[in-house]
């Protein structure tokens, strides 16, 4: 079967599909329906081929070895060129190796502990605090706390610092790269070269005096025979860290909307959870967040070659955004729904990649997976939210989805 000719939306600037993408949610869904599941368009003068659904996913994930890593401009630079997630080949695959030792199962049950004290805090804090609480802001803060007490042994004045200036640096990740005075990429630019001179210092810190993990991956370069220097080891911190909190955060709090506004279903898995036994409810419930809120939208690869994505050709050097969505052509019919009791009845197929696929798959997909099992126990089991009337909870969705108004909620003990 010859493949059929690539579709295209037409666009010769791409000025106005650029608009379009960061002021609609439904950007992609929208030229899906119209296109198929392969399409190009340009964005910022870039042709960049979107796909989706498991065939045109699939086909893409088995030609490995006719990909490369590829990010926009504003996440290359914000990034860094050393970073791991700006290398591709041998080089990135020994860089890797090292640097997800701080995510193994060893480290997990180093961590978890940790974890599960900074959950207890969470709890106090929100027993303790009168009126209103800006959830998605806490899971935020939660999730960046673990990276920087578990991994780079932080107390929490250094923390907080580090913190402030993370979340300028993450919030111009996926933005407009212009670098002029006041825009929210030259504010990340600056706050970028604060925190690798301070990751620089938590790197010049002796083994002795280490409270993280950082050991490991002293060990694990050593082992492998990679000559880092700090400049080069920083960028991979500035990296980890990015890939252990930004996932984990939209998560948590994709997580506690769907059950605040699910209420039966959190009865379903309080059930569970009090029942002392493996949490099958729970993993259930987390599938179904990740499918339907997803906290990787999708991720990008350039094809070194001409490869074929569900029958459709594609041309070497093309950039590749696969879109990670529920909305998929499926034959079921209730996709809209939160249930997740799909995921133990048999009745969901699929295959869900909530934290991308292949070979550079989340760095922190293991530490996300440990967080959210922790706090759901931990939080569910101790406090009972109640949403906050009139507020907006619609997602926004970059760099990661999370409640436009911050999920305002209310805490009472059980």
């Not at 004045?157 to 825009?183: H, K, M, Q, V």
């Amino acid at each position: 079967m010859t493949a059929a000719a690539l579709p295209n939306t037409g666009a010769v600037t791409g000025l106005g599909e650029t608009l379009a993408f960061f002021r609609d949610p439904s950007f992609s869904q929208r030229r899906f329906s119209e296109l198929g599941d392969v399409f190009e368009t340009k964005l910022l003068a870039q042709s960049i081929v979107f796909i989706r659904g498991e065939r045109a996913i699939g086909d893409l994930l088995k030609q490995e070895d006719s990909l490369q890593g590829w990010w926009p401009d504003s996440v290359r630079q914000l990034l860094g060129s050393k970073s791991l997630a700006n290398r591709s080949g041998a080089d990135h695959k020994a860089r890797r190796r090292v640097v997800g030792q701080l995510f193994s199962s060893a480290a997990l049950s180093r961590y978890t502990p940790q974890i599960e004290a900074l959950v207890d805090d969470l709890a106090d804090e929100l027993q303790h605090t009168d009126g209103p609480v800006p959830l998605a802001a806490r899971m935020r803060r939660f999730a960046f706390s673990v990276i920087a007490t578990t991994v780079l042994g932080l107390d929490n004045a250094n923390r907080d610092a580090l913190f402030t200036d993370f979340e300028i640096w993450t919030r111009a990740l996926f933005s407009i790269p212009l670098a002029l005075p006041g825009t929210p990429f030259a504010r990340a630019l600056a706050a970028r070269q604060r925190l690798l001179a301070r990751l620089k210092t938590v790197l010049q810190t002796s083994n002795v005096e280490r409270k993280g993990g950082l050991d490991l991956l002293s060990g694990g370069l050593d082992e492998a025979g990679l000559p880092l220097d700090d400049d080069d080891l920083v960028e991979q911190l500035l990296l980890l860290l990015f890939a252990g909190y930004e996932t984990t955060a939209s998560s948590l709090s994709c997580l506690f909307r769907a059950l605040l506004l699910n209420p039966e279903v959190e009865h379903w898995l309080m059930q569970d959870l009090n029942s002392h036994e493996r949490p099958s409810r729970l993993d259930a419930t987390v599938l179904e967040v990740m499918r339907m809120t997803p906290p990787v939208g999708g991720f990008f690869r350039r094809n070194t070659q001409s490869i074929e994505l569900a029958d459709v050709a594609i041309p070497q050097g093309r950039v590749i955004q696969v879109v990670l969505s529920s909305s998929s052509a499926t034959d079921q019919t209730d996709l809209e729904a939160f249930r997740p009791q799909r995921h133990l009845d048999g009745s969901f197929q699929q295959t869900l990649l909530p934290f991308g696929g292949g070979e550079r798959v989340c760095l922190g997909k293991a530490l996300a997976e440990l967080e959210i099992r922790l706090m759901a126990t931990g939080l569910l089991q101790r406090v009972q939210l109640q949403l906050e009337p009139d507020q907006d909870l619609s997602l926004q969705l970059i760099p990661s989805p999370t409640p436009r108004d911050g999920l305002l909620v209310t805490a009472t003990a059980r």
